[in-house]
């Protein structure tokens, strides 16, 4: 039990680490660095040079490059440093796939004794190769609309799972499920979906020729960030509730502070990023932000809560 509870944690930190370069991606715009896959610009390794892409057609005639660009214009797209935050996004992906697969071996001589660790490390495994292929979608429907919000969401309820993979296999402590983090959970996973919606149509803006100004880019995003924003303040609502009324049940738990002081950083950056033309930073800042957040009000409402 105590070395799968050791692969469990790894495997959940990792994970982290990979919604950390996933925002990355999305913050630099680098999601279509390597413009195919499983390869990257038709290499397996990243090509240094222009001159170093393949012009090679496969056993089926089809070029290693998209057929529905000519060679001239697919690479104009070239850009180095995007290839390479891509790729090793994907070489991190390839990681978890492996953590993943260890947390799964770790749990087979618990098949028996332990079923929901068994089980939980099979749907864990299912949804990672899932992610793979969808993350070969994404790619192929070139940033398709609607498939980046559910590879993103995907994301975060593998988090969860390793959450509770984490906490079934520690020693049962007693404790207690704190009032409205489910709720909170719900809420929080709908901001996810609907954040999503809102960069996707900040990316809608960046392949205009002319295009509108980075700073107007959330003005014109139209209804998704109209909910986002006002969402945001049920949240903080919800969270200074739970927070109150955690004080004297949790006083020697700090959990209900850092759910709160989550959500208030998540407001800050919200802010920053409204009226400071969306730098780069806060945007990965945002979303990693928002999955620790996720990952704590998903702990706090689906296992008990120690008071000390």
Same mark, same amino acid.
Request: proline content about 5%; some cysteine.
């Given at each position: 039990?105590?070395?799968?509870?050791?692969?469990?944690?790894?495997?959940?930190?990792?994970?982290?680490?990979?919604?950390?370069?996933?925002?990355?991606?999305?913050?630099?715009?680098?999601?279509?660095?390597?413009?195919?896959?499983?390869?990257?610009?038709?290499?397996?390794?990243?090509?240094?040079?222009?001159?170093?892409?393949?012009?090679?057609?496969?056993?089926?005639?089809?070029?290693?490059?998209?057929?529905?660009?000519?060679?001239?214009?697919?690479?104009?797209?070239?850009?180095?440093?995007?290839?390479?935050?891509?790729?090793?996004?994907?070489?991190?992906?390839?990681?978890?796939?492996?953590?993943?697969?260890?947390?799964?071996?770790?749990?087979?001589?618990?098949?028996?004794?332990?079923?929901? @660790?068994?089980?939980?490390?099979?749907?864990? =495994? +299912?949804? #990672? !190769?899932?992610?793979?292929?969808?993350?070969?979608?994404?790619? &192929?429907?070139?940033?398709?609309?609607?498939?980046?919000?559910?590879?993103?969401?995907?994301?975060?309820?593998?988090?969860?799972?390793?959450?509770?993979?984490?906490?079934?296999?520690?020693?049962?402590?007693?404790?207690?499920?704190?009032?409205?983090?489910?709720?909170?959970?719900?809420?929080?996973?709908?901001?996810?979906?609907?954040?999503?919606?809102?960069?996707?149509?900040?990316?809608?803006?960046?392949?205009?020729?002319?295009?509108?100004?980075?700073?107007?880019?959330?003005?014109?995003?139209?209804?998704?960030?109209?909910?986002?924003?006002?969402?945001?303040?049920?949240?903080?609502?919800?969270?200074?509730?739970?927070?109150?009324?955690?004080?004297?049940?949790?006083?020697?738990?700090?959990?209900?502070?850092?759910? @709160?002081?989550?959500?208030?950083?998540?407001? =800050? +950056?919200? #802010? !920053?990023?409204?009226?400071?033309?969306?730098?780069?930073?806060? &945007?990965?800042?945002?979303?990693?932000?928002?999955?620790?957040?996720?990952?704590?009000?998903?702990?706090?409402?689906?296992?008990?809560?120690?008071?000390?």
């Amino acid at each position: 039990m105590n070395r799968f509870h050791k692969v469990a944690t790894l495997t959940f930190w990792a994970t982290l680490g990979l919604v950390v370069a996933g925002g990355l991606v999305r913050a630099t715009g680098a999601g279509l660095g390597c413009p195919d896959w499983p390869t990257c610009w038709g290499c397996w390794l990243p090509p240094m040079e222009l001159t170093d892409i393949p012009s090679q057609v496969d056993a089926a005639g089809e070029p290693y490059y998209l057929d529905r660009l000519d060679r001239k214009q697919y690479l104009s797209k070239y850009d180095s440093t995007k290839m390479w935050i891509e790729y090793m996004n994907r070489v991190l992906g390839v990681l978890i796939g492996i953590f993943i697969i260890a947390t799964f071996i770790a749990s087979f001589p618990l098949r028996k004794s332990k079923p929901r @660790l068994f089980y939980g490390s099979l749907v864990a =495994l +299912l949804m #990672v !190769v899932f992610q793979g292929w969808l993350g070969s979608i994404v790619v &192929q429907t070139e940033l398709m609309p609607g498939m980046i919000t559910l590879h993103m969401m995907l994301a975060m309820i593998l988090l969860s799972l390793l959450i509770s993979l984490q906490a079934w296999s520690s020693p049962k402590a007693k404790g207690v499920i704190l009032s409205g983090t489910r709720i909170l959970y719900g809420l929080i996973i709908l901001q996810v979906i609907i954040g999503t919606q809102v960069r996707e149509k900040v990316d809608e803006f960046t392949k205009e020729p002319e295009g509108i100004a980075r700073e107007n880019w959330l003005d014109h995003a139209g209804w998704v960030d109209h909910i986002h924003r006002p969402l945001s303040i049920l949240v903080l609502g919800l969270s200074v509730w739970i927070f109150w009324t955690a004080r004297k049940r949790l006083e020697n738990n700090a959990l209900p502070s850092w759910i @709160l002081g989550c959500v208030l950083g998540q407001i =800050l +950056l919200g #802010v !920053v990023l409204a009226y400071a033309g969306l730098p780069p930073w806060s &945007q990965t800042a945002h979303l990693v932000l928002g999955a620790g957040l996720l990952c704590l009000v998903y702990r706090a409402g689906w296992h008990p809560v120690a008071s000390a």
